[in-house]
Structures are given as C-alpha cells and as structure tokens.
C-alpha cells in the first residue's frame, strides 16, 4: 500500500487507487472519441449535436453520481434523480442533460479499433477489467 493510505483513510482514497488518472484518462479518450463518432455518423443526434468534451475532473464527478445512483438511492428514471426535491444531486448542481449525454456515450473502448477483438462478450469492458485485475495484484496481499 501507498504511504499514505492507512487505517484512517477515506473510502475515496482506496477508490482512487483503482480509479486512477489512467484510467479516467481512458473514459475520457474514449468517451470524447463516440461522441465525435456519433456526431459525424448521426449529425442530427440531439446529444453529439450539444457536446462539448468531457474532461478528467467531470468523469471523476460523473461515476461518483453513477455510484450514489446505484447504492444511495434507487429511483424508477434518471430524470427523478435531478428534480429540485432531490437534495443529493440538486444541490451538486450536476445537470441532468450533461449526465445523460455522457452516459450514452461513455465508453471504455475503441469500437472501431481494426484490433480489438470482438469475439470476446467482455471486449467493452475488458481494459477495465485488466487494470482493475493488475490494482488487487498489486495492492491485495491476502494475509
């Protein structure tokens, strides 16, 4: 483990040894690159018609919104999650028209990459995988 991470550390500490600047730096790459791709293959998508890039900073925002959706508090559409009555995202002032483009064109893959192998059901998730795999080899020592 790191020098700086111990028993009084926060939960986001050990978070951010597996979602580290690689791999943000990936989501972004790839995510920027699918919406440029829709924009050129569907110039009137209401979304790629509006984007502007993602960066590092709005990723790290976005998965901590995906995060609290899934396990603070589960409601029937994303549109609930961003009505004023709703103190946790409301109040963040994250928008619910951004958070719904970059979910639809968040990636972690190249698509169009002539080496990607496709054959394989994880290949969209698989870079995510092998660096989440290579972080527990590294930090996880089972004692």
Not at 50 to 67: D, P, Q
Request: hydrophobic share 35%; glycine share 2%.
């Amino acid at each position: 483990m790191p020098a700086d991470i111990g028993p009084e550390s926060d939960m986001i500490d050990f978070l951010n040894l597996f979602l580290d600047t690689e791999m943000l730096n990936k989501m972004v790459e790839y995510t920027n690159s699918r919406a440029q791709q829709t924009k050129t293959n569907k110039p009137n998508d209401y979304y790629a018609q509006r984007w502007s890039g993602v960066t590092v900073s709005e990723m790290r925002a976005f998965i901590g919104v995906r995060l609290s959706m899934e396990h603070l508090l589960v409601k029937p559409r994303y549109a609930d999650y961003f009505r004023s009555s709703h103190k946790l995202l409301s109040s963040s002032g994250y928008r619910c028209h951004r958070f719904l483009a970059i979910w639809k064109f968040w990636h972690v893959c190249d698509e169009n990459d002539p080496n990607l192998n496709k054959s394989n059901k994880l290949y969209k998730v698989r870079f995510i995988i092998e660096h989440m795999l290579q972080k527990f080899q590294h930090y996880y020592s089972p004692q």
